[in-house]
């Protein structure tokens, strides 16, 4: 069984940044998708970015040049490194996978392409 679990959320002044850990604990079979959801109060989830197992990403471009995703597969953990922060990326972020399959050739990919989903980590920008 795949848990996901979210960490390094919090509150920040616009311009600044965070970086959100994505901890994996049981296996993903290979290849696999992995990605960074958003979801702000009243807004649809969103995908924010997504790197598969051969290391290709892919982003919004409402966070290009922000926002890097990234992998660590010796610790099982997926990152976000956010930055140049905007009031506009207050959300709560949610990490997401499949196994079995690289990440879909179309963008942006939706909710039902995962399986696995965290709990989430909230993010709030202050202007």
């Known amino acids: 069984q795949v848990q996901l679990v979210e960490s390094g959320g919090g509150s920040v002044q616009s311009g600044g940044s965070l970086r959100l850990s994505c901890s994996a604990s049981?296996?993903?079979?290979?290849?696999?998708?992995m990605a960074w959801f958003r979801q702000a109060p009243g807004k649809e989830r969103e995908a924010v970015a997504r790197?598969?197992?051969?290391?290709?990403?892919r982003y919004a471009d409402s966070v290009k040049g922000r926002f890097t995703i990234s992998q660590d597969n010796a610790k099982n953990t997926l990152y976000l490194q956010t930055s140049s922060l905007k009031p506009e990326d207050t959300a709560m972020y949610y990490c997401a996978a499949i196994g079995y399959r690289y990440c879909s050739a179309s963008w942006p990919p939706t909710r039902d392409d995962f399986r696995y989903w965290g709990q989430g980590t909230q993010v709030t920008i202050s202007s």
């Open positions: 790197i598969d197992s051969s290391g290709r990403t």
């Open positions: 049981g296996y993903i079979y290979t290849p696999y998708c």
